[in-house]
């Protein structure tokens, strides 16, 4: 069992634990076997689909948990969508998914890894380009998602690329990474503000007879108790994800004004592009040609460049007979013919005062996340997100959020993410500090009393430079250069990740990946799987093992207080303040990776488990114990501190 004393994870004896892992998997949020976003669809079946084979066949199972184990993983964050679980409709849940995942979770426990559930999603739904919110949600609150790319209200890929075509990437129809303007479209807009808002700003907007918000987070809890109730007796599942990388829909923004950069209020980036207020998006989903301006990069940040029609052909999305909640709200009006703003403030204030989005909405959401799962277990652990961009802009989590709770926050280089490219040459030293620093700052703005710090996704693009490292394995090419890029940023990662005893959860694991640009992880393009199933001819399919399969002290008979990896030369250093009234000992993880035969270790008499791959270190006496290991390659054991093991 897992638990958090002083903003730690400890385990039954007591040990500072470190919890190491992956995120399971990326294709989780597609149906199985062919739900890739590579495949055309118009969502038509979106009530009989299957997720069940997501993140892979249970007769695999044992194979993919073994490899990820053989890397010095501990933990794995395992994603699973509301779609996933109550897609056929309100209240009816996949049972057959249900069992599935519980089965999985069994077979990862036989493993020893430690298992929290995350409730993901992207851009709401798949529907809208991402995934998460099953499609009777759209019906269930009167808006059609068949006309949302005819209005311009989503940006998705199956309506938005030419499938004919052999051409690996089409920028100029879906370029890169552009799933994420969804969130300042019109269909995003209005369902995160509904989730979140649809008691305070549309009282009169109801769903099922109750209020929308009611509706939409009643469904969503309730799918998660319905899989909190089939994991509530496997102890190494220790909690749940509240919301992977929850919206505010049009919260904070003004209803007309353009935003030519993000802000405290509405933190989501502003990119080139058509610029849209709620004001546009809400004449749009009426049916309503808009006019928009166009942002164009300048000197001083986005500029206004141009202008476009957005919904030329005047497609309403919400369904016949269907009344603009928000218009009767008295956020604005078409009254005389003319559609004008009545109040400009509608998403920024309320009842004479300013919204405060985190305190008012997410925090009573958290908390309700919070009774709902340990209305199952009551030991279950929360795993606190909130929109990741708000932490670069001074806003973390409100005061009051739910005992035992941890910081699940997310943290990318956006530099690779957006560019996909990446100097291995680059300055390691240098690179690493920034990271630090930048994670440091993440968590400092976002900190929450008491609670242990996860990095619950961080992880760079395997499609870096074109697909380069693709094309040297096709044409035969083997070893850890291939991937020397991706280990190089890796290693600068946990450099970060290791100096600020951090835990984390890498992005991702993705059984189905393949070194295809269309393909990569089977969603809109991504492709960030540590495994491809194109590298198991010739290994264990992983790339960039060396940047990711690293030493680290998992269990300290003590608290932890400093640990370093030196990748030129393999030595890893840790510092613990033992208690000896712990009666268990230290481990450390010592992958294969980078401790494939002898090692040396200073500062401790210790025994190496060579089948689990720990170093063993058992202190009697009370102080800081500084332990350093090292491959025995080319080195002589000398002095009694310094003890030579051979490979189980």
């Not at 269309?518 to 093992?545: K, M, P």
């Not at 840790?574 to 000992?585: N, Q, S, T, W």
């Not at 993880?589 to 720990?614: H, K, N, Q, T």
Request: net charge negative.
């Amino acid at each position: 069992m897992i638990d958090v004393a002083e903003g730690r994870f400890v385990d039954a004896h007591g040990r500072h634990v470190v919890l190491r892992g992956l995120n399971l998997g990326g294709d989780c949020k597609i149906p199985y076997p062919d739900g890739g976003t590579h495949l055309p669809s118009d969502f038509a079946d979106h009530r009989s689909v299957s997720f069940v084979g997501r993140p892979f066949p249970l007769p695999e199972a044992d194979d993919h948990f073994a490899r990820i184990a053989s890397w010095g993983f501990n933990c794995l964050r395992f994603l699973v969508t509301w779609e996933a679980i109550e897609h056929e409709g309100p209240g009816c849940y996949d049972t057959d998914y249900l069992e599935y995942v519980a089965a999985l979770c069994r077979r990862a426990a036989a493993h020893r890894f430690v298992i929290f559930i995350d409730f993901h999603q992207d851009v709401w739904s798949r529907m809208t380009g991402g995934d998460g919110a099953p499609g009777w949600v759209f019906e269930a609150v009167g808006l059609d998602f068949t006309r949302f790319d005819a209005a311009g209200a989503a940006h998705v890929m199956q309506r938005r690329y030419d499938y004919s075509s052999g051409e690996g990437r089409q920028e100029s129809r879906y370029p890169m990474m552009s799933w994420s303007r969804n969130y300042r479209l019109p269909a995003n807009g209005i369902l995160w503000t509904a989730f979140f808002a649809g008691a305070t700003l549309t009282p009169h907007w109801t769903a099922g007879g109750v209020n929308v918000q009611g509706f939409l987070q009643r469904h969503y809890l309730g799918a998660m108790a319905a899989l909190a109730k089939r994991l509530a007796d496997i102890p190494e599942v220790i909690g749940f994800d509240t919301l992977n990388e929850p919206s505010l829909g049009f919260i904070g923004q003004r209803m007309s004004e353009p935003q030519l950069a993000a802000d405290r209020d509405c933190p989501i980036p502003v990119r080139a592009g058509p610029c849209w207020t709620p004001f546009a998006a809400l004449r749009a989903a009426a049916g309503e040609p808009v006019e928009l301006p166009v942002l164009g990069a300048g000197e001083g940040g986005m500029q206004i460049v141009g202008s476009q029609i957005a919904n030329p052909e005047g497609v309403s999305i919400w369904l016949p007979g269907v009344e603009d909640p928000f218009e009767r709200a008295g956020a604005w009006t078409r009254e005389g013919g003319a559609a004008r703003v009545r109040d400009e403030d509608f998403f920024r204030r309320t009842g004479g005062r300013a919204i405060d989005p985190d305190a008012d909405l997410v925090l009573p959401f958290h908390h309700a996340v919070a009774a709902t799962i340990r209305n199952v277990c009551p030991d279950w652990l929360v795993f606190a997100e909130a929109n990741p961009y708000q932490f670069t802009h001074g806003r973390g989590f409100a005061k009051g959020m739910p005992a035992r709770t941890v910081n699940a926050s997310h943290w990318y280089d956006v530099d690779i993410l957006w560019r996909k490219s990446f100097d291995p040459a680059a300055d390691r030293a240098a690179l690493s500090e920034r990271y630090r620093a930048e994670m440091a700052m993440l968590f400092d703005t976002g900190a929450i009393e008491g609670a242990p710090r996860l990095l619950g996704e961080f992880g760079i693009p395997y499609d870096l430079d074109g697909g380069r490292s693709f094309a040297r394995w096709a044409a035969g090419e083997r070893g850890e250069a291939v991937w020397d890029a991706h280990a190089a940023a890796l290693g600068a990662m946990y450099d970060a990740i290791d100096a600020l005893l951090l835990n984390s959860t890498q992005w991702t694991y993705t059984a189905s990946n393949r070194n295809d640009l269309r393909i990569g992880d089977g969603w809109n393009q991504e492709d960030l799987s540590v495994y491809s199933a194109d590298q198991v001819e010739n290994g264990d399919g992983a790339r960039g093992r060396s940047g990711f399969a690293r030493p680290y002290v998992e269990r300290a008979q003590g608290v932890i207080r400093a640990m370093r990896f030196d990748s030129a030369s393999g030595r890893f250093e840790a510092e613990i303040d033992v208690d000896p009234a712990i009666a268990a000992p230290s481990e450390i993880v010592l992958p294969e990776a980078w401790f494939p035969g002898e090692i040396v270790v200073s500062g401790a008499e210790c025994r190496f488990d060579g089948e689990r791959r720990r170093l063993i270190v058992a202190a009697r006496a009370r102080g800081l114990l500084s332990i350093a290991v090292e491959p025995a390659t080319g080195k002589d054991a000398k002095g009694e501190s310094t003890i030579r093991y051979a490979r189980a």
